[in-house]
Nanobody, 124 residues
Framework: QVQLVESGGGLVQPGGSLRLSCAAS????????MYWVRQAPGKGLEWVSAIGTDGGDTYYADSVKGRFTISRDNAKNTLYLQMNSLKPEDTALYYCASARQPIAPDRLGEYDFWGQGTQVTVSS
């Protein structure tokens, strides 16, 4: 069955870094667009980043641009999110998701598969 399993979350001080991973299985990972989406406490889902099937196309929300880097390893069926210069407002549950085609950031409901999320807390 399809699985997306996130890992790498944790507690980090402001200005610190974390690297999230998302291990995919049960579908042809290399043919799917991959996404990171987050949900802060008491708020709705927020699109964070997207990457094309070969990693050549990457997109970021303005709130994370210049601080976060999305990447993928198709040989390992794994998606990554390198998060630097973390801020308290980055505190959220981070999900990876996948879709067979590019999906606009305001159409999160059209993703095909979702993971269970990994918690990131930025606090001193």
């Amino acid at each position: 069955q399809v699985q997306l399993v996130e890992s790498g979350g944790g507690l980090v001080q402001p200005g610190g870094s974390l690297r999230l991973s998302c291990a995919a299985s049960g579908f042809t990972y290399s043919t799917f667009w991959m996404y990171w989406v987050r949900q802060a406490p008491g708020k709705g889902l927020e699109w964070v980043s997207a990457i094309g099937t070969d990693g050549g196309d990457t997109y970021y929300a303005d709130s994370v641009k210049g601080r976060f880097t999305i990447s993928r390893d198709n040989a390992k069926n794994t998606l990554y999110l390198q998060m630097n210069s973390l801020k308290p407002e980055d505190t959220a549950l981070y999900y990876c998701a996948s879709a067979r085609q590019p999906i606009a950031p305001d159409r999160l409901g059209e993703y095909d598969f979702w993971g269970q999320g990994t918690q990131v807390t930025v606090s001193s």
